[in-house]
């Protein structure tokens, strides 16, 4: 027999100076964690004092806590230095989002309004941006989130806006129009839809979902549930709470609406397409954002009925270089057969460039509305 084999099957049990050796190298790597905490302590208590004193000099003009387009050079700066450890940068940027958030309610404890209720994408999209340190509160409609928004009950406001999938929100892009509200930033969240139960996948009868959410999942239900009654929900927090009244239900939910109602999660990541995400619009009454070299601006707008109107003001954009990321329509509401367009691109409002822009937009279209401008993220 080999010398390692017979090594692999020697005694499991340690002799007492094995135990002895075990328990000293045990203890020293946890007197080095202690103090290893207390360092990191330290340091966080001293970016608080630095946080609250930068909260001081922004009081007096007026500046929002919420500064998206400091907190992303924060976050990437934070994701670069992971390079250098075994945390990811997807580790280090859930822990550093709760340390921005604590830090930012020492300037002033924020209230984020979200399309709830609980435990739905827009609730885990909230949560990861903005924090436990944050006041989180669910509303029911998405006009009601801008209103609460514009009368300024809300400091900002989440909502939908675009799935990779079934694609766009058309809601929150038809209440911008009346609305008196920026977009200040975005959420990109990766969309992983689970099914969860209290009992095994062999004893599920009814499936609870939004009719959205089941059609992302459609391929693996019919070959793991065939035949299953499905019943429609207003949301998946709602399919969730279904499910968790019904001994033998399940819903097609975030992983967060399982840990809401007390479920298992008895189908992991059940979505048919891997690369499934959703975009959310982040909103305030107004927004001081800054240009930072890597934005995007968000506009409304109708076109003059004439022959080329739409391809001018693609040419308005492609004369100056101007990346055309989206274009989508929507009607009016105002005549029939009359449509409002939304149009995102590379560049800030405030750059010379994209201002010369939507001067010449302004001239030759009946209607313009600047959306907002926000810093780009990075999604990996």
Not at 71 to 85: N, P
Not at 193 to 206: A, C, N, Y
Request: proline letters at 5%; a negative charge.
């Amino acid at each position: 027999m080999p010398a390692g084999a017979q090594s692999a099957r020697r005694n499991p049990f340690w002799t007492q100076d094995e135990k002895r050796v075990k328990a000293d190298e045990l203890g020293a790597g946890r007197r080095e964690i202690d103090e290893l905490d207390a360092q990191i302590v330290g340091l966080i208590q001293r970016r608080a004092r630095a946080a609250e004193q930068i909260g001081r000099l922004k009081a007096p003009d007026s500046r929002a806590a919420y500064v998206p387009e400091r907190e992303r050079e924060v976050i990437e700066r934070v994701r670069a230095l992971a390079a250098e450890g075994p945390l990811s940068g997807d580790h280090l940027t859930s822990v550093y989002r709760q340390i921005i958030s604590a830090c930012r309610a020492l300037e002033r404890t924020l209230r984020v309004g979200y399309f709830g209720p609980r435990a739905t994408f827009t609730h885990q999209a909230a949560l990861e941006r903005f924090g436990d340190s944050t006041e989180l509160v669910p509303v029911d409609t998405i006009p009601e989130i801008f209103s609460l928004t514009q009368r300024g009950d809300l400091d900002l406001g989440v909502v939908p806006v675009e799935n990779s999938t079934d694609g766009l929100a058309p809601l929150t892009l038809d209440t911008f129009i009346d609305a008196e509200v920026e977009v200040c930033s975005e959420i990109v969240l990766p969309i992983a839809m689970q099914l969860v139960s209290r009992t095994s996948l062999d004893e599920i009868k009814t499936i609870y979902s939004i009719p959205i959410a089941l059609g992302q999942c459609r391929n693996w239900v019919a070959r793991n549930l065939p035949g299953r009654t499905v019943v429609d929900a207003v949301s998946t927090a709602r399919a969730a709470q279904m499910a968790a009244e019904d001994p033998t239900g399940a819903a097609v939910a975030p992983a967060l609406a399982a840990k809401e109602y007390g479920l298992d999660i008895v189908g992991r990541d059940i979505q048919d397409l891997a690369s499934n995400w959703t975009r959310f619009y982040v909103i305030a009454r107004s927004c001081d954002s800054k240009p930072t070299g890597r934005d995007k601006t968000a506009i409304a707008f109708t076109i003059r009925d004439h022959v080329g109107a739409l391809r001018d003001v693609a040419d308005v954009f492609a004369r100056r270089s101007i990346n055309m990321s989206s274009i989508h329509s929507r009607p009016s509401r105002r005549r029939a057969w009359d449509y409002v367009f939304f149009v995102e691109f590379a560049g800030h409002e405030a750059d010379a460039v994209v201002d010369e822009a939507l001067e010449e937009l302004r001239r030759q279209c009946a209607f313009v509305k600047v959306l907002g401008s926000w810093p780009v993220e990075s999604t990996g």
